[in-house]
């Protein structure tokens, strides 16, 4: 009876599924599409059933939704709402887009995500995941492919660093909605010329009076800290890992980032506060007129035009410093991706709302209403993206074609980044004079969390 409602085919997809997952062998594209259909054509037949079984007792038959719930976390400048009302407006009334809010901090979005679509919650049709997601959720099934068509729709001219992001074993999970990444922040009123590297912007520091001299990052220890220890091995050519399972985390180029990451934690230009540092924190400090440098999104520049007009006039931007002298830096790479639910009944219309929700007209409003730069490259060359980034629109360009994602390919994301925050934590503990220490122990962490051998 079952079989009735697939459509030709599909039990041989579902059959080759579960005879490639006893051999231990990958599945197809096609399988993966109709493994994520499983529960959604299940989760119909039955509601259909009990549609039939109440109107034979004298109840409403009903009929289906074309509400689309989206899950994501409340941003303050409402752009996905905006976003939302548009597309469903298009739509001519094919489908309306709700909210569910995720918790404000990354780690409670993630935790309630995992639960509910863990325990296969129907309910989500729409996730924006954090860039470092897509491994994880797309290797667990919660998230389905996107369609070929799709695709081709929401990769039109996205930065090529940008799209990696959304991608697991070279396939497109999701579609980038909006980028993020950090420069560096500097007094023009203390510098005349910006730092090319973390060496010179030390030196330069540590030359100021103090009271005006500090070098704002974030080292406390959470997500910021992988964000910063990543750029700086990226930045000196290297990377943490070598494939989704394999970790490469060459020797000379992570003690030269780690070697860094020390001189300055220990250098009189650290805030005091460094090991409990964070962007919200940092922001705050460079705004009091105590840091001649820091390393930030760019929320910070609408935030100080409007709490500290003096520091304001003085703030520029250059792009994230290198490590050494003729060795382009890799700034960071942040972010929102959006996914479809594998549990979702309404995947169709999902993808059709994606299309839009990403569409350049609504990147364009949510860069001008929250100052969430476009995954669209070609949008850089606009009135409007200029306008939102005055003077420093090519360098957010630049910086996020140039990015390094942080290792998210993996599976055991979430584990990797905890052995490096254990590793590097304290980074005033990193002695820069030999970095080996800290090496060698971050290296037996990370191979211990590549290969799940307990919870760190």
Request: glycine content about 8%; some cysteine.
């Amino acid at each position: 009876m079952l079989r009735s409602f697939a459509a030709p085919g599909f039990e041989d997809l579902l059959v080759g599924a579960f005879e490639r997952r006893l051999a231990g062998r990958p599945r197809t594209r096609e399988e993966k599409v109709a493994a994520g259909r499983t529960s959604k054509g299940l989760l119909a037949l039955t509601t259909a059933v009990l549609a039939l079984v109440a109107g034979g007792c004298g109840g409403d038959p009903g009929g289906g939704s074309n509400t689309l719930t989206w899950f994501i976390f409340n941003e303050p400048s409402a752009s996905p709402q905006t976003a939302a009302e548009k597309c469903s407006k298009e739509s001519g009334g094919e489908y309306e887009i709700e909210f569910e809010f995720l918790p404000a901090d990354a780690d409670g979005q993630r935790e309630q995500l995992v639960r509910r679509l863990g325990a296969e919650d129907d309910s989500i049709d729409l996730i924006g995941m954090d860039v470092i997601w897509t491994g994880e959720f797309a290797s667990a099934e919660w998230i389905v492919p996107v369609p070929e068509a799709t695709a081709q729709v929401v990769s039109k001219d996205v930065f090529p660093s940008v799209l990696e992001t959304a991608k697991f074993e070279g396939e497109l999970y999701a579609a980038p909605l909006w980028s993020n990444t950090e420069l560096l922040w500097y007094r023009s009123d203390l510098v005349k010329r910006p730092p090319k590297t973390w060496d010179e912007m030390i030196d330069e520091a540590e030359s100021l009076k103090p009271g005006e001299n500090l070098i704002q990052v974030q080292a406390n220890k959470y997500e910021g800290l992988v964000v910063w220890f990543n750029q700086m091995v990226a930045s000196a050519g290297g990377q943490i890992l070598a494939g989704p399972q394999e970790l490469a985390l060459p020797r000379a180029e992570t003690e030269r980032a780690l070697e860094v990451m020390g001189r300055l934690s220990t250098s009189d230009a650290a805030d005091p506060a460094i090991t409990t540092s964070q962007e919200d924190p940092n922001r705050l400090a460079f705004q009091t007129g105590s840091s001649a440098f820091m390393i930030n999104y760019p929320f910070v520049y609408p935030s100080a035009e409007a709490e500290a007009p003096d520091i304001f006039k003085v703030m520029k931007a250059a792009k994230y410093p290198a490590i050494d002298p003729g060795t382009p830096s890799a700034p960071p790479l942040g972010g929102v991706n959006l996914g479809v639910s594998a549990f979702s009944q309404n995947q169709d219309l999902a993808w059709k709302a994606v299309e839009c929700l990403v569409g350049a007209e609504n990147q364009i409003a949510t860069a001008s209403a929250g100052g969430l730069p476009p995954v669209r490259e070609d949008l850089y060359d606009s009135k409007e993206i200029k306008k939102v980034y005055p003077g420093f629109s090519q360098i957010i360009r630049k910086s996020i074609a140039d990015a390094a994602a942080r290792p998210s390919e993996s599976p055991a994301y979430q584990d990797i980044s905890l052995a490096i925050q254990t590793a590097v934590h304290p980074t005033t503990d990193i002695d820069p004079e030999d970095p080996s220490v800290t090496y060698d122990d971050l290296r037996e962490l990370l191979e211990q969390a590549i290969n799940r051998e307990g919870l760190l």
